[in-house]
């Protein structure tokens, strides 16, 4: 499986442009050969900042998907005229095995792996408000009484939708998120899922773009 986090900001001004964007994107998207699924949710933090956690059956769908047309066209739309700004983290899924096997990334003394946890559950009654963007507070107190992966962790931020919540959180070696994501308090219905980043980049920090992403975008508007 494929993934792309699309965490991004839009101003209240643009959020009616931004979700006309959306309504005309998101029957493309679904008809796309390779598309699993796409989640949105919003930060119970910040007004108008969201993600959209999208998931494909490998990076081949999902390039095809970046290099749709009317995608291209309508995304350079949305990066000059709607987003104040946004970051996009795409790869595949880890398999959670690989990261502790010695001679794999994520053994000891990596330290220069780039891994997003996806710790999705669903909205349960009595769940705590404000949500905390504390990973220490997802931990299963049996499994990980001495856990302390803290060194380790780069970023973390939790989203909400009206049935489910998810925590995103960013990690510099394979092995730290795997024992993480093995320590999480579970609960019915939830998942966890861990991503290998390829590429992190967003509005302005181009450096990771994909080669073709501004020139094809630019090309959409004249085909």
């Known amino acids: 499986m494929f993934f792309v986090v699309f965490q991004y900001h839009v101003p209240a001004s643009r959020v009616a442009i931004a979700g006309e964007y959306y309504g005309k994107l998101q ?3 679904h008809a796309q050969p390779g598309f699993i699924s796409e989640t949105p949710y919003a930060s119970p933090h910040e007004a108008h900042k969201q993600v959209l956690i999208a998931r ?5 769908a999902e ?23 946004y970051r996009l983290r795409v790869g595949p899924s880890m398999n ?12 000891e003394g990596g ?9 999705e559950r669903p909205v349960e009654d009595g769940t705590a408000t404000p949500l905390s963007r504390s990973v220490s507070e997802l931990i299963d107190p049996v499994k990980g009484a001495e856990l302390d992966v803290s ?10 939708s009206e049935k489910s919540l998810v925590w995103i959180s960013g990690w510099n070696t394979a092995s730290a998120a795997t024992i993480f994501a093995n320590s999480v308090r579970r609960v ?8 290998e980043v390829k590429r992190d980049y967003g509005k302005y920090d181009r450096e990771e773009a994909p080669e073709d992403a501004d020139a094809a975008q630019d090309a959409s508007v004249h085909a």
């Open 27 to 29: 029957p493309i998207l």
């Open 56 to 60: 494909f059956v490998d990076e081949a």
């Open 63 to 85: 390039t095809n998907w970046r290099l749709q047309h009317d995608h291209l066209r309508i995304e350079k739309k949305g990066r000059e005229a709607v987003f104040d700004d």
């Open 96 to 107: 959670q095995s690989d990261a502790t096997t010695p001679g794999s990334a994520g053994k």
């Open 111 to 119: 330290g220069n792996d780039r891994i997003v946890c996806l710790y």
């Open 151 to 160: 060194a380790a962790l780069v970023d973390v931020e939790v989203y909400q």
């Open 188 to 195: 019915q219905d939830d998942s966890v899922e861990l991503v």
